[in-house]
T-cell receptor, first 114, second 112 residues
Framework: EAGVTQFPSHSVIEKGQTVTLRCDPISGHDNLYWYRRVMGKEIKFLLHFVKESKQDESGMPNNRFLAERTGGTYSTLKVQPAELEDSGVYFC????????????FGPGTRLTVT | AQSVTQPDIHITVSEGASLELRCNYS??????LFWYVQSPGQGLQLLLKYFSGDTLVQGIKGFEAEFKRSQSSFNLRKPSVHWSDAAEYFC??????????FGSGTKLNVKP
């Protein structure tokens, strides 16, 4: 069974540009989460989808971040326009509805804003 | 407010020595607790979890962790460390419809 995949693995962009990160969850996992780790600090929750609906987006930093999950499958996280403080590693995780606390994480996307 | 503290940023142990990584949490209800490991270039892998019941839980790769409610701790242990255990370890508490709170991680170096 394929795990959670994320694309790209690395992205380097200039301040003011737009970047879109993609996450493909494990098949059958209705729950999808985005997390971010900045500068070696703790991994912080950004938001949680149940299928295509946003269950909790309390961790989204500001309105420059837009997450979507059309059709309830893969998800995208767009940052527009990117700022220097957006640099970090963005993790995606997914879980099955029958065991929602067991989150499986992807390898992360390392975003560098210069 | 919920939080997780991992007081050790870096730890170095010799191969074959025992290991204990500390984790303290702050959470108002019965916590769901987790330990994850991230090897270089890899994603976070679940080592073990505690939901309820026996406070000593066994995980993969020979790891175990003990939940101590009185100390708000969930320390990770391994009796004999292997060079392949060198990685970064994260403690997490699950709360409020699956939202996880993570510690800042502990990087483990293993000396030959």
């Amino acid at each position: 069974e394929a795990g959670v995949t994320q694309f790209p693995s690395h992205s380097v962009i200039e301040k003011g540009q737009t970047v879109t990160l993609r996450c493909d969850p494990i098949s059958g996992h209705d729950n999808l989460y985005w997390y971010r780790r900045v500068m070696g600090k703790e991994i912080k929750f950004l938001l949680h989808f149940v299928k295509e609906s946003k269950q909790d987006e309390s961790g989204m930093p500001n309105n420059r971040f837009l997450a979507e999950r059309t059709g309830g499958t893969y998800s995208t996280l767009k940052v527009q326009p990117a700022e220097l403080e957006d640099s970090g590693v963005y993790f995606c995780a997914s879980s099955h509805p029958s065991s929602s606390y067991e989150q499986y994480f992807g390898p992360g996307t390392r975003l560098t804003v210069t | 407010a919920q939080s997780v503290t991992q007081p050790d940023i870096h730890i170095t142990v010799s191969e074959g020595a025992s290991l204990e990584l500390r984790c303290n949490y702050s959470y108002g209800a019965t916590p769901y607790l987790f330990w994850y490991v991230q090897s270089p270039g890899q994603g976070l892998q679940l080592l073990l979890k505690y939901f309820s019941g026996d406070t000593l839980v066994q995980g993969i790769k020979g790891f175990e962790a003990e939940f101590k409610r009185s100390q708000s701790s969930f320390n990770l242990r391994k009796p004999s460390v292997h060079w392949s255990d060198a990685a970064e370890y994260f403690c997490a508490v699950g709360a409020n419809f699956n939202k996880f709170y993570f510690g800042s991680g502990t990087k483990l170096n293993v000396k030959p």
